[in-house]
């Protein structure tokens, strides 16, 4: 039996973390230090079998900029399913729990999706982000035209207009 349960990145052990890092290795291939560090700083949603760590996400808080004005945001990362339970309806559990956390503290949340995560994303609400994305630096903000698309945002309110430039704060590794 499957079972999830909630905690912050500073509730974390160690062993947790490094069971967890060889979960998102293994369902991602080319996950770096950077991507493991950007799931850390808030909550995590962690699904166990028997025991096993077999499924994860987390929301951290990061300061986007839409059309110019400062917008903090509930961000979606590292959400993963170990291969051997994929399919079964995890990846919905994992995302219904995240999602509470997006709108009960957030408002509004984003996460950048992969090919493969776009059609569960889409089935539950988190709409494509049309606008131009770009990333802030210290000379201003840089395009990152190689993202456009990929970054959906989930917006009970309806209250941003996803046509406008998305700008988000600098971090190294991949910014989205």
């Known amino acids: 039996m499957t079972t999830l349960t909630a905690c912050h990145t500073a509730d974390l052990s160690a062993a947790t973390r490094t069971e967890l890092r060889a979960l998102l290795d293994a369902a991602f291939g080319d996950f770096t230090d950077e991507d493991f560090e950007h799931g850390f700083g808030g909550w995590h949603v962690l699904a166990h079998d028997d025991g096993v760590l077999v499924g994860h996400g987390a ?19 590292n959400v993963a399913v170990a291969a051997s339970h994929r399919r079964r309806g995890l990846a ?85």
Request: aromatic share 8%; with cysteine; proline share 5%.
């Open 92 to 176: 919905s559990e994992v995302m219904g729990a995240l999602e509470r956390v997006v709108v009960a503290g957030h408002g509004v949340g984003f996460l950048a999706a992969s090919e493969e995560g776009a059609p569960l994303y889409e089935r539950r609400g988190w709409r494509v982000w049309r606008g131009p994305l770009s990333v802030l630096t210290v000379t201003g903000a840089q395009r990152t035209p190689d993202e456009d698309g990929g970054v959906r945002v989930l917006d009970p309110a309806g209250a941003w207009d996803v046509d406008q430039e998305l700008v988000c704060e600098w971090r190294s590794g991949d910014v989205w």
């Open 59 to 77: 929301v951290v808080r990061r300061q986007f900029l839409v059309g110019g004005r400062a917008l903090p945001v509930g961000y979606v990362e």
